[in-house]
T-cell receptor, first 113, second 116 residues
Framework: GQQVMQIPQYQHVQEGEDFTTYCNSS?????IQWYKQRPGGHPVFLIQLVKSGEVKKQKRLTFQFGEAKKNSSLHITATQTTDVGTYFCAGRLGGGSNYKLTFGKGTLLTVNP | GAVVSQHPSWVICKSGTSVKIECRSLDFQATTMFWYRQFPKQSLMLMATSNEGSKATYEQGVEKDKFLINHASLTLSTLTVTSAHPEDSSFYIC????????????FGDGTRLSIL
């Protein structure tokens, strides 16, 4: 079926290092959303990208949406221990009245202080 | 911000028991809610889309008679796991869509279900 692939599955960094997670879809996405889930918690919405080539920043986080709207990335500059958690991308496949989001498998980020 | 309340947080019960989980949008109306299942260190797997006033739309492979969904009001959806068995043990989490189709989903805290 239609999938959103996300890599890497795990990433361990030293505090201060950068981190990037990538999402890729075989089909064009209407939009892509990013969520963060802390250990034992629930997913929390971070951002949504809609336009081709869109780039958005939230402090140390930079989100990109590919020109073909098939891939996206989340980059964290100078990681901190508070960045620990699983980062999920979630794409809306197709358009129209399709409300569903297809989640990537997530990237678990651990940060060594 | 938009708040979604999910209850209960934890359930431990015997095999054969039916368990009802509630998902409420506290400060907004949600015509559409979603029910997910998440296994440890895994992604969220959509089980069904719950629409207020109509039947839920189930994903392929999800048993309708096993996982009963009722979305009776704009702020409440319930998931009932009928005759639960150990293989139904999982983390169940709901989300509610606030407003238009391209708006973010707001997640509840999840329910950890353990069937003995």
């Amino acid at each position: 079926g239609q999938q959103v692939m996300q890599i890497p599955q795990y990433q361990h960094v030293q505090e201060g290092e950068d981190f990037t997670t990538y999402c890729n879809s075989s089909t064009t996405l209407s939009n892509i959303q990013w969520y963060k889930q802390r250990p034992g918690g629930h997913p929390v919405f971070l951002i949504q990208l809609v336009k081709s080539g869109e780039v958005k920043k939230q402090k140390r986080l930079t989100f990109q949406f590919g020109e073909a709207k098939k891939n996206s990335s989340l980059h964290i500059t100078a990681t901190q221990t508070t960045d620990v958690g699983t980062y999920f991308c979630a794409g809306r496949l197709g358009g129209g009245s399709n409300y569903k989001l297809t989640f990537g498998k997530g990237t678990l980020l651990t940060v060594n202080p | 911000g938009a708040v979604v309340s999910q209850h209960p947080s934890w359930v431990i019960c015997k095999s054969g028991t039916s368990v009802k989980i509630e998902c409420r949008s506290l400060d907004f109306q949600a015509t559409t809610m979603f029910w997910y299942r998440q296994f440890p260190k895994q992604s969220l797997m959509l089980m069904a889309t719950s629409n207020e006033g109509s039947k839920a739309t189930y994903e392929q492979g999800v048993e309708k008679d096993k996982f009963l969904i009722n979305h009776a009001s704009l702020t409440l959806s319930t998931l009932t796991v009928t005759s639960a068995h150990p293989e139904d043990s999982s983390f169940y989490i709901c989300s509610a869509l606030q407003g238009e189709i391209n708006q973010p989903q707001h997640f509840g805290d999840g329910t950890r279900l353990s069937i003995l």
